[in-house]
Structure formats: C-alpha cells, structure tokens
C-alpha cells in the first residue's frame, strides 16, 4: 500500500469541505491492525462530522466514518491474522482519527471485531445504529420489560437505530408502536412487524408538556430525544424503562421527577461508543447468530463513498430512512 484514496473532510473558514484525496501510509495512525475497508455506513454522527460546529471532531482534517468493515492486511496483533474479515466501530474512528471513508483503517487491536458469520457489507449494514438498537433492546429486556407488559414505543422509527429497533423488537415478541414523522415509511415499519405507526410525538409539539399522562407505554426505544423524550416519558406504565440513545431532536430534556418517582419508571442510557470490548464482542456474536435482524435486506440500501455527501446531507434534514450502506472498496 503506497498510497491509497480517501474522503477528508475539512475545515475552512466556517464551513467544512469534503472531498476525495489521495493519501499514503504515513496518513494512517499508529495501530495494530491494518484494515482494507470494504463497506461503511451512513451515521448521524457522520453527519454531524460535517456541519460546522457539529461538536463531534476533535481536529480537522480528518476521515469521517464512525463504522468499517473490511479484510486485515497486516497485523502485529496475535488476535488477527491477514485476511480475517473484521469490523470497528465507535471510540475514536471517524471523530478522532480517520475513519470508514478510505480505502484502508489502521486501528488498535482492542477496537476490533471478528465478523463471525456476517459478511462485510451485514455488519456495516448493522454498524453502529444496528449495535445501539440491539443495546437498547437488551436493556429493556434485562430491566424486566416483557412482551405481555403492553406496547413498546419505538420514536425516530424510521431511521437506522429506530427500524432496527423495530425488527429486534417484533422479532422477540413485542407488540411494537412505531413512531415516525414520515408518513410514506409506514408500510416498511409494518413489513418489520410494528403492529401500529404513529406520527411524531408529542402529537400536539405546541402543547405544554405534561408531568404525567395517559399511561400507554411499558417500553420504548428513544432515538430522538428532546420534547420526544420528555412525552414518552410521560406516558409510561408503572415501572416501565425507556432506553434513550438519540438526540436528533434536541439535547434538552424539559421533564420532571413526577414518572420517576410516582410511576417508578427507569431511564436507560445506551452508548455504544465506548462500550468495552469485552461485550462488544460478545453481543456482535449474537447480532451473527441468534439476534441478526430479519429484515436487513429492506432497510439497507447502498452508496459509493463519493456520492455519500448527499445522503449526509438527507441524514441531517431527518429525511433518510433505514441504513446507508457505503461502498468504500469499488466506490472512489
């Protein structure tokens, strides 16, 4: 490898441009593994990556990609061998050193998965959103929400983390409510197995939020945050969980202690950026085998990496649906 094609996002003046450019070996980080990366995928994270202001990179210039999935083809790690099939997600890739967006990835060996039985092109499909939804439905299912508690609210149902949400969730016997401010996505969300589409909430956005309301949900998957958030909330059976992981519609949460301490429902955190290897590992052995979402072929839908700046931009608006596979070894 001399040299090598990547897309580099950068800073100048106040806005942030990308492009393709062509680098050599020494652009790469220090690492044990050196990765050919076959497939990425499309993140709000990635998005934001390219917004001025984003708040995601620590410097630019960089590779944006927060997911990869490849071959080994060179490693000091007794871990990996050339040729195994990988992928890497999360810590620092694509926010703190390059990224999916380039031919090749060098990463520490403790950032690094066995594929198993996936292919390259499944496991970005999952990537992160796939990850975080199947973190999510973990959560519930450990905090002691089962499919005969009542409905599980899915919100941002249309969007990676969302509609992964849903299949896992169908899957596992939940009677799944989707939540979508896309009404055209509502046949896709029934074919993996929500039970109901609802629109956005809170239903009416220029309501005054309330403390408490109408129990309706045992479980929910929050994708967005914000006055989503703040309604689900609200509305959740006595001792429901909800597992929140999104932001899209804002980083504030104008709520009060009335579910937690009058219903005892649960907030549950997911990130899946800094998880620890360990069960990083492990749940990507069950996303290859018993927990792989049904219906990844609907939701995935491919990119060339030149051409992924119009999806971010899609992302951005909230106007993607499903998962951007990006084609990053046959897409420069």
Same mark, same amino acid.
């Given at each position: ?25 020494? $652009?790469?980080? +220090?690492?044990? @593994? !050196? ?10 994270? =990635?998005? %934001? &990556? ?97 499919? $005969?508690?009542? +409905?599980?609210? @899915? !919100? ?10 849903? =299949?896992? %969730? &169908? ?97 549950? $955190? ?63």
């Amino acid at each position: 490898m001399e040299s090598f094609q990547a897309l580099v996002a950068r800073q100048v003046d106040d806005r942030i441009e990308a492009a393709v450019e062509t680098l050599d070996e020494s $652009g790469l980080p +220090p690492g044990d @593994v !050196t990765v050919r990366v076959l497939y990425s995928s499309v993140n709000y994270k =990635d998005a %934001l &990556a390219l917004t001025p202001k984003g708040g995601v990179v620590r410097d630019y210039p960089i590779v944006p990609g927060i997911d990869l999935a490849g071959e080994v083809v060179a490693s000091t790690s007794d871990e990996f061998a050339v040729g195994d099939a990988v992928l890497a997600h999360g810590y620092d890739i694509g926010t703190g050193r390059h990224g999916g967006y380039a031919e090749y990835a060098r990463l520490p060996a403790g950032w690094v998965v066995h594929l198993g039985g996936l292919s390259p092109r499944e496991g970005a499909a999952i990537g992160t959103a796939g990850f975080t939804a199947a973190m999510s439905v973990q959560a519930l299912q450990r905090y002691g929400v089962t499919p $005969g508690d009542g +409905p599980v609210v @899915v !919100t941002g149902a249309s969007g990676g983390v969302g509609s992964v949400s849903v =299949d896992l %969730l &169908a899957a596992a016997g939940y009677h799944v409510v989707a939540s979508t401010g896309k009404p055209d996505a509502a046949d896709l969300l029934k074919a993996l197995g929500a039970a109901e589409v609802i629109g956005r909430l809170p239903e009416d956005p220029d309501a005054k939020p309330r403390p408490l309301g109408r129990a309706r949900w045992a479980g929910a998957v929050d994708c967005v945050g914000g006055a989503t958030l703040a309604d689900v909330l609200s509305a959740m059976s006595y001792a429901g969980a909800v597992a929140a992981s999104g932001l899209t519609g804002g980083a504030a949460l104008n709520t009060t202690v009335m579910p937690f301490i009058l219903r005892g429902v649960a907030l549950l $955190g997911i990130d899946s950026v800094q998880l620890p290897i360990g069960p990083r590992r492990a749940l990507w052995e069950q996303l290859a085998g018993p927990l792989k979402p049904r219906h990844l072929s609907d939701v995935a839908h491919d990119v060339d990496v030149k051409d992924v700046g119009g999806v971010l931009d899609e992302v951005r608006a909230g106007r993607y649906s499903g998962r951007a596979v990006v084609r990053v070894a046959d897409g420069f």
